[in-house]
């Protein structure tokens, strides 16, 4: 073992040590023994054991230590110590920024257990109230972290949507000098809204590929290479790939068509209206005698049978949104006041209802409401409401589910609710068996209205709790429980391959952006992207109806109990 290896190893043996409050003079030797040996002239493993109990800083504790290293490739302590840490806990360890002290308030102040958590804290400001932090190391951590996910060559689709909007613009731009009005398209798993991109493919139709080819190198700031006929291949500087695919201009809408759909919705497609000279994307599912699928849903589920029979759903707009259900104000962990978030929403949004759902009390990390703060709370939405008509905040809580699936209040108090949100937010390690269990029960409780973020998700970051789904929706669709789609970038969760399920068993969805600051009403748009993808219609979301009609069917529930 090679001393640099050495002195890694005893390094994280003293920052978990001090994230564990162990001795703080043990925790120094040991940091001391890791700077010493990683400066060493000499390789450590050629010593003897007691050669190494005389290295300056190293002594017979440590000597120990390192010896048993060397002979096992193990340490019995630090194999104790890390059975007593969290796997995020010791990954946060290697991110820039934060030392063990930080990583000690996040853990045990924040209840945050990895890295994806900690990301999605980032971006609901919660790192700023904390001990020792402030908002400049709250950005220093997002970015490191942004830059950890874009190392494995994987981006959210949020991530990727302003670079790809960039590179667009700025092609359009440069394509303007040739002449015969060049086509230009995005196509790919990007154009499908994909939560999850790896590349993003461009289609360039041209007159003249070639000389398209022999100008690229003057596009500036990408430096695309050949990668075969045709094709040629670029990286951002933040290492997101670009492809781009140069064709005639003739043959633009069949490649764009093909580079989009997946392989068995563009076989499906063409083996109906066949190859040839098409002047739109429209032309060639005419061909087929087919209706024209949006790009959202070419998956190959179904939908070309649905385009046959005429049947294809007409996909939610964000212009059909009239209100914004789960959001978080300055009350729980929000970043702007109850106030600004409903001036927001009305004189920015132009929406006509806001539903507040701060957290419930289990949720002391994120200033959870007591019961006492629950009252002051309906007073001041009651003194706002007055002064805002007809805009109407509506009273909410975002539930934590227990671990045995109750909610976290009285039936005394949830009754003071226009409606509950249920969320899982603890103990996420779960069989598929409990998981389901813990959701059902939740979902029975008479006092659930919409159940937020099914899976507790965080996209590129934490695997959702094992759920079995159908019975989860068919739970939902027995007890007239609404879903959330969670628009948040890192969530977009329930995931869009269960909408149609949900949809068919006549469960409603919810494009929820669980907001904790105003700027976070605009993921909403994303919400509308991955419901589009599972079909959902305006009738079938809760937040598109209307404000009388979303009123009537919360006291319609409440008037059932």
């Known amino acids: 073992m090679e001393n640099k290896a050495i002195a890694r190893t005893l390094r994280l043996l003293s920052q978990l040590m001090e994230l564990h409050n162990h001795n703080p003079f043990k925790i120094k030797s040991v940091a001391n023994a890791a700077f010493k040996v990683d400066k060493l002239p000499f390789p450590i493993r050629e010593k003897s054991l007691e050669e190494i109990a005389q290295i300056d800083g190293l002594g017979k504790s440590i000597s120990a230590k390192v010896w048993e290293l060397l002979q096992t490739g193990s340490m019995e302590e630090l194999k104790q110590i890390l059975n007593d840490t969290p796997e995020g806990i010791v990954e946060m360890l290697s991110i820039k920024g934060i030392g063990s002290k930080k990583i000690y ?32 190391t709250q950005e220093e951590i997002r970015k490191v972290i942004e830059f950890k996910m874009a190392a494995h060559g994987k981006f959210l689709y949020a991530q990727a949507e302003p670079l790809v909007n960039k590179i667009f613009e700025d092609l359009s731009v440069w394509l303007n000098q040739f002449p015969g009005e060049p086509l230009l398209g995005i196509a790919g798993d990007y154009r499908r809204c994909l939560e999850i991109v790896e590349e993003i493919d461009f289609v360039l139709g041209a007159e003249g590929p070639d000389v398209i080819l022999a100008a690229i190198g003057s596009f500036e700031p990408l430096v695309f290479e050949s990668f075969n006929d045709n094709v040629l291949i670029a990286l951002t500087p933040f290492g997101l790939r670009i492809k781009l695919y140069l064709v005639k201009r003739n043959d633009f809408y069949i490649n764009w ?59 939610v707009e964000y212009s059909d949104l009239k209100g914004t259900l789960h959001n978080h104000s300055a009350w729980s962990d929000g970043v702007n006041t109850l106030e600004e978030m409903a001036l927001y929403c ?38 706002l409401n007055a002064r805002m008509a007809p805009f109407k905040i509506f009273k909410g809580i975002e539930s934590d589910i227990l671990y045995d699936g109750a909610l976290d209040y009285s039936d005394e108090i949830l009754k003071t609710f226009d409606f509950v949100v249920a969320s899982v937010h603890s103990i996420l390690k779960m069989t598929e068996e409990k998981a389901t269990s813990r959701l ?19 996209l590129l970051s ?47 969805l919810s494009i929820n952006p669980d907001a904790h600051r105003t700027e976070g009403f605009h993921d909403m748009r994303y919400g509308i992207l991955t419901a589009r993808k599972g079909g959902l219609q305006a009738k079938q979301c809760l937040n598109a109806f209307s404000l009388d009609d979303i009123t009537t069917f919360f006291k319609d529930r409440l008037a059932k109990l």
């Open 105 to 136: 308030v996040i853990w045990k102040d924040l209840n945050i257990e990895s890295v994806g958590e900690l990301y999605y804290a980032c971006n609901e400001n919660r790192l700023i109230e904390a001990k020792g932090f402030g908002l400049k």
């Open 257 to 315: 068509f093909k580079l989009t759909g997946n392989t068995d919705h563009v076989n499906q497609v063409l083996a109906k209206a066949g190859e040839g000279y098409y002047e739109n994307e429209e032309a060639i599912y005419a061909k087929a005698g087919l209706a024209f699928v949006a790009p959202e849903l070419r998956e190959g589920l179904g939908e070309v049978e649905l385009a046959k029979n005429g049947s294809l759903p007409t996909l």
């Open 346 to 383: 009305r004189d920015h949004l132009q929406l006509e209802y806001l539903g507040m759902c701060d957290h419930s009390k289990s949720a002391f990390y994120a200033n959870g409401l007591n019961e006492q703060r629950i009252y002051a709370q309906h007073k001041e939405i009651d003194a």
């Open 440 to 458: 059902i029960t939740a979902i029975e409780n008479p006092y659930t209205t919409i159940l937020g973020h099914p899976t507790g998700r965080l």
């Open 462 to 508: 934490r695997t959702g709790y094992p759920v079995d789904f159908k019975k989860v929706i068919d739970a939902c669709a027995a007890n007239g429980v609404v879903i959330e789609i969670n628009a948040n970038p890192l969530r977009l969760d329930l995931d869009w391959r269960w909408h149609r399920y949900a949809l068919e068993k006549g469960v409603l």
